[in-house]
Structures are given as C-alpha cells and as structure tokens.
C-alpha cells in the first residue's frame, strides 16, 4: 500500500477535529505514478490559486471597518463574536496538502530546471500565503512543514510565537522569490517573482508595525519591536521600485484611469497588476461582479461618510482646512473639487451604468429607498468595480454578473508599503515620497505630498502621531478602498480605540428638498443625526464595542484545545 493510501486511512482514525490529516489529493493517486514529470507538479500546485478567490468582492471586503456600512453591523465591530466549538478559520488541510506538495515536488526530473524551480517556488509561496493568514487571524500558531503521521508528536504541538511563524514565512519567500521566473516570462496568471518580493514586503510591513504598535501588551511579540521586519518591508518594496519593471496603469485621464483599473476583463499587459485572479467561469476559478456594482442595487451596504470625507479636495488640502471644499448637500457637491480618486470610486448622478445604445442607463439617486440587499445604507454607493460593458451585465437584476479580473498584487501598494516603512524607520526622505506616494498622486493629477506636509487636519485618525505619518495611512487608506486591506490596517496599528470602539459611522446628509428630491417622499423616515446625515444605526446601539483587550484576534475553538492540551487560547477569549 502507497504512502499516499496510509496516510488516508490514518486521517480517519485520529483528531477529526483538527483536520491535519483531512482527506485531500493524497488518496487519488500514488507517489509511484504520480510525481515523475513537469506536468505532475503543475495538477497539484494549481488547486491552490482558487484560494486567491476574493480579492475584488468590494462590497465585502471592508466590511469590519470605518470604509463601509453594512445594514447591521458585523460581530467583529459590535464586539459579539463568541468560541466556535470548531471551524473558525483553524483548519489545517491547506498547509498538509501544501507540505505534501513540498516534500515531493524536489523528487521530479523531467522538465526544464527552470519549470520544475518554477512549481516548486508557487509551492513556498502558497505555504507563505496560507501562513500568514493564520497569523493575521490567531496570532501565535503551531508550524509544520511535513505531512505528519499518525505517531507524529507534531500533531499536538503548542502553539509558536507570532514572529517566529512570520520568519518562517519570510524564509519560504525568500526561496520563492530565488525559485520564481519574473512576470514578464510566465505573465501575470501567474505566481512570479515580483509578487513574491510584493508579498514578502506586505507580511514583513503587517508584522513589523503589529510588534511596534502592540508591544507592551498581550498582543505584542516579546522581545521586540518590529523594526527589523519594517525594514524588511522597505527593502524588498524598493528593490522592486528600483527594478523599473513595474509602472502604474495610465492613460493620462486622470478622471477615469483609477475607476477603469479596477474594471478590466483582461490584465494581461497592464503594467501595474504583479498577480492576477483572472475569470474562467467554467471551472469557477475567477472573480464576478454582481450587478449591485453598476448602481442599480446597494448589496445592504454604503461607502461611509467617514471614508468620503478622507479624500482630500484638489489643493492637495483637507476639507476642514481647504477653500476649495464646496458641502456635501448633494452628491454632486460631495465630489466638487476633490480628489477625482472619489468620483471613481462612488457613484455620482449622470455617470453612465450601462452603456446600452441608443440608451444608456444613467445613474440618477442611490438606492436609499430600496429594501434589503437592494438597499444602500449609506447613499455613497460603490462604483469601484463597476463595467458599463453591456455584455458584462446581462441577466436578470438577481443574477447579472461581469467577468472580471480581479488583483492580488499591484505596484499602488509596493509604492504604499515603501513609504510607510521608511516613514516607521524615521529614514523617509522628499525623493522617497517623490517615487512612491507622490507617483500615485500624479496619476490623478493631485498635488505631491511634501515630507513637511504643510497644514493640520483636526479629523486625523491618529493625531497622536506626526502630520507625516498621518497623510501617508490616509493615502493608503484612499487608493487601497474597499480592496481589503483597511481592516489589516487598524489591527496591525492597533488602531481599535481611536476609530472604532465607541463609533458610529454615517452616511450620506439627507437635506429634505435639496440632497434626494426624486426619492425624498420614499425615504422621508430614515434616520438622521442632528447634522442630517444619515445615521442607520441611531436607534439599534449608541456605539461600536470592539474589546481591544480581546478582539484584535479571533478565539480558537474549543474542540481544538480539548483535543491538545498545548494548545492555549488567545487573550480575553
């Protein structure tokens, strides 16, 4: 009997809980006829790139943040997660398949040393990737990197301190980025090189800000304070930079260029995507865009004040502090003069949804009056993602979709991770911000930002820290929308006190007879706060209660504890 079988028949005898020895691949083939070509290793590294699924559901990914606002708000914010008995995010099957892969991927000859170096850095970067997802999610994790047997002690490790995990993920990039073939030899469908050394800047950046904003606290990595990873971070985004490989998407129209990104069928060329999720409807291995995207449906959820009144006008200034702001009454005033990044990314009255001919549906109010996941929430609906392609969006209003490729790396976030990791190291310098944020700027025509920024905001987030620091997270926060990566943000910055315990976020205002006269008589009993804007959860809590003792992790079920007593359980859970 192959070790492929032994291995299945023991995954049902032991810990059903823990799913280490889940059943995957290893009972369908036997490592006699399997692990011999090029071809071998390609079947059995692709079942993992379906777990890059995701990137671009905007709707969603923002959800436990300051950026969107669900009809009700998620546990997460509310502070109401409760310990699942099992499940929650702790199974294993991805990492054992992983390390199978791993350890009989080197045994294969036929094929180009190229191919075969090629499969075998996707492997260490999937372990990487699926890794860090744990970090993010539990903090300190057990490590394996072999399949384990039923006598193996590995199956009741103790859990390893976070930055010992985050280590070993830089140490599986670090192979993967010397294993890998760049992105212009095997394209952008892909894992290469440069989305190895972009991802190895993003986990080092994560780790290295968690250790220096939560140290001190249970949180915290004992020992250090994260600099040696933000300078990691650093490195590896400026060895990217400096390549020249890499540019951002433009086609100087800097009032569309953003919003067309973001709704392309095809990347292949775009010279700002690194890694892409492309569509293949017929073994579902892509992202869709539902139709709630193109303004005819809010999906239950809004863009929140708090995030539109980020974005700052086209001084390069503040709204608090800028001239140039002109009220946000209506949408349309909401959007004058301000950073043109906002008008292409929520949808504003006379842009066109779809573009039928000879007549094209054109956006008029949000959906406010709408029930359910028809509503908008907040009356800033998303536009980001959204195609006017008629072929995009066929179907009945339930079902119409487009096919769309959806990023999982692009350069707007190297250049992004650059910045603040010499900004943390206090090594920032004008021409450091010339060749990251004040790149970004130049696409849609807003001015650079100055290393001596120039005014003060009495809206920052975080007025604890400099002007400086302060402008480079309301960059990231405004080019990185709605892509996911807001939450990480405030969990690594430990940020829960100053923008989520005890907040409420808002909507759109509501003026009766000015903001939304076409649907004014359906929306007339929709809460409102003392200053008209709309303010859905007025009546259901007086504010978030996110526990900062305990929330920046989430609980590890109480079957896996039972089952090993190494294991212990995350802070205040």
Same mark, same amino acid.
């Given at each position: 009997?192959?070790?492929?079988? /032994?291995?299945?028949?023991?995954?049902?005898?032991?810990?059903?809980?823990? #799913?280490?020895? #889940?059943?995957?691949?290893?009972?369908?083939?036997?490592?006699?006829?399997?692990?011999?070509?090029?071809? #071998?290793?390609?079947?059995?590294?692709?079942?993992?790139?379906?777990?890059?699924?995701?990137? /671009?559901?905007?709707?969603?990914?923002?959800?436990?943040?300051?950026?969107?606002?669900?009809?009700?708000?998620?546990?997460?914010?509310?502070?109401?997660?409760?310990?699942?008995?099992?499940?929650? +995010?702790?199974?294993?099957?991805?990492?054992?398949?992983?390390?199978?892969?791993?350890?009989?991927?080197?045994?294969?000859?036929?094929?180009?040393?190229?191919?075969?170096?090629?499969?075998?850095?996707?492997?260490?970067?999937?372990?990487?990737?699926?890794?860090?997802?744990?970090?993010?999610?539990?903090?300190?994790?057990?490590?394996?990197?072999?399949?384990?047997?039923?006598?193996?002690?590995?199956?009741?490790?103790?859990?390893?301190?976070?930055?010992?995990?985050?280590?070993?993920?830089?140490?599986?990039?670090? %192979?993967?980025?010397?294993?890998?073939?760049?992105?212009?030899?095997?394209?952008?469908? %892909?894992?290469?090189?440069?989305?190895?050394?972009?991802?190895?800047?993003?986990?080092?950046?994560?780790?290295?800000?968690?250790?220096?904003?939560?140290?001190?606290?249970?949180?915290?990595?004992?020992?250090?304070?994260?600099?040696?990873?933000?300078?990691?971070?650093?490195?590896?985004?400026?060895?990217?930079?400096?390549? +020249?490989?890499? !540019?951002?998407?433009?086609?100087?129209?800097?009032?569309?260029?953003?919003?067309?990104?973001?709704?392309?069928?095809?990347?292949?060329?775009?010279?700002?995507?690194?890694?892409?999720?492309?569509?293949?409807?017929?073994?579902?291995?892509?992202?869709?865009?539902?139709?709630?995207?193109?303004?005819?449906?809010?999906?239950?959820?809004?863009?929140?004040?708090?995030?539109?009144?980020?974005?700052?006008?086209?001084?390069?200034?503040?709204?608090?502090?800028?001239?140039?702001?002109?009220?946000?009454?209506?949408?349309?005033?909401?959007?004058?003069?301000?950073?043109?990044?906002?008008?292409?990314?929520?949808?504003?009255?006379?842009?066109?949804?779809?573009?039928?001919?000879?007549?094209?549906?054109?956006?008029?109010? =949000?959906?406010?009056?709408?029930?359910?996941?028809?509503?908008?929430?907040?009356?800033?609906?998303?536009?980001?993602?959204?195609?006017?392609? =008629?072929?995009?969006?066929?179907? $009945?209003?339930?079902?119409?979709?487009?096919? *769309?490729?959806?990023?999982?790396?692009?350069?707007?976030?190297?250049?992004?991770?650059?910045?603040?990791?010499?900004?943390?190291?206090?090594?920032?310098?004008?021409?450091?911000?010339?060749?990251?944020?004040?790149? *970004?700027?130049?696409?849609?025509?807003? =001015? $650079?930002?100055?290393?001596?920024?120039?005014?003060?905001?009495?809206?920052?987030?975080?007025?604890?820290? !400099?002007?400086?620091?302060?402008? *480079?997270?309301?960059?990231? %926060?405004?080019?990185?929308?709605?892509?996911?990566?807001?939450?990480?943000?405030?969990?690594?910055?430990?940020?829960?006190?100053?923008?989520?315990? +005890?907040?409420?976020?808002?909507?759109?205002?509501?003026?009766?007879?000015?903001?939304?006269?076409?649907?004014?008589?359906?929306?007339?009993? /929709?809460?409102?706060?003392?200053?008209?804007?709309?303010?859905?959860?007025?009546?259901?809590? $007086?504010?978030?209660?996110?526990?900062?003792?305990? #929330?920046?992790?989430?609980? *590890?079920?109480?079957?896996?504890?039972?089952?090993?007593?190494?294991?212990?359980?995350?802070?205040?859970?």
């Amino acid at each position: 009997m192959g070790r492929t079988i /032994i291995i299945f028949l023991m995954s049902n005898l032991i810990l059903g809980c823990t #799913d280490v020895l #889940d059943k995957g691949p290893l009972d369908e083939v036997t490592e006699q006829t399997y692990w011999t070509s090029a071809a #071998d290793l390609q079947l059995n590294v692709y079942q993992f790139y379906p777990e890059l699924r995701g990137t /671009i559901n905007y709707p969603d990914l923002d959800v436990h943040t300051d950026n969107l606002q669900p009809i009700s708000p998620s546990g997460v914010l509310s502070g109401t997660r409760s310990i699942p008995e099992s499940g929650g +995010g702790w199974g294993w099957n991805n990492i054992r398949e992983i390390n199978y892969f791993l350890e009989n991927a080197p045994q294969v000859t036929q094929g180009s040393q190229d191919e075969l170096d090629q499969y075998l850095g996707e492997g260490y970067f999937f372990r990487a990737w699926f890794y860090f997802q744990k970090v993010k999610r539990f903090g300190a994790v057990p490590w394996y990197e072999e399949v384990l047997n039923i006598d193996s002690e590995g199956l009741f490790a103790e859990r390893q301190p976070r930055n010992v995990i985050v280590d070993h993920i830089i140490e599986d990039l670090d %192979r993967a980025i010397d294993l890998l073939q760049n992105k212009s030899q095997v394209g952008i469908n %892909r894992v290469n090189r440069e989305a190895a050394l972009a991802f190895k800047s993003r986990v080092a950046l994560y780790e290295g800000t968690w250790e220096k904003y939560h140290a001190g606290t249970v949180f915290g990595a004992e020992g250090s304070n994260g600099q040696e990873y933000i300078q990691i971070a650093a490195e590896a985004s400026e060895q990217l930079i400096d390549e +020249g490989n890499l !540019s951002l998407y433009s086609t100087d129209n800097p009032g569309e260029d953003y919003w067309r990104l973001f709704n392309h069928s095809d990347l292949t060329g775009n010279p700002e995507a690194i890694l892409v999720e492309s569509v293949d409807p017929e073994v579902d291995l892509g992202t869709w865009i539902w139709t709630y995207l193109n303004g005819e449906r809010g999906d239950g959820t809004g863009i929140t004040k708090q995030l539109v009144e980020s974005y700052l006008a086209t001084d390069g200034r503040p709204i608090s502090v800028s001239d140039e702001y002109q009220g946000d009454t209506t949408l349309e005033e909401t959007v004058t003069n301000r950073d043109p990044r906002l008008k292409q990314t929520m949808w504003v009255p006379g842009q066109i949804q779809i573009n039928n001919q000879p007549d094209p549906l054109i956006f008029d109010y =949000p959906a406010l009056h709408k029930g359910g996941s028809d509503m908008s929430t907040t009356g800033y609906m998303i536009r980001k993602g959204s195609t006017p392609d =008629p072929q995009q969006n066929q179907g $009945s209003s339930s079902s119409r979709y487009g096919e *769309i490729d959806g990023m999982v790396f692009r350069y707007a976030e190297v250049l992004l991770n650059f910045a603040e990791a010499k900004a943390e190291l206090g090594t920032l310098t004008q021409a450091d911000l010339d060749k990251s944020i004040n790149v *970004i700027r130049e696409r849609v025509d807003m =001015p $650079s930002l100055d290393i001596n920024v120039g005014y003060t905001d009495p809206n920052w987030n975080f007025p604890e820290l !400099s002007p400086l620091m302060n402008e *480079i997270r309301r960059e990231r %926060r405004i080019e990185l929308a709605l892509e996911g990566f807001r939450y990480d943000d405030l969990m690594r910055w430990a940020a829960a006190d100053e923008v989520i315990q +005890g907040a409420r976020w808002k909507g759109a205002k509501f003026v009766e007879g000015e903001s939304f006269p076409e649907i004014e008589d359906q929306i007339s009993g /929709i809460p409102v706060d003392e200053n008209n804007y709309i303010d859905r959860y007025q009546n259901s809590m $007086s504010g978030f209660g996110f526990d900062e003792s305990r #929330d920046y992790l989430f609980p *590890i079920p109480t079957n896996e504890i039972s089952l090993n007593d190494n294991l212990t359980q995350n802070p205040g859970w």
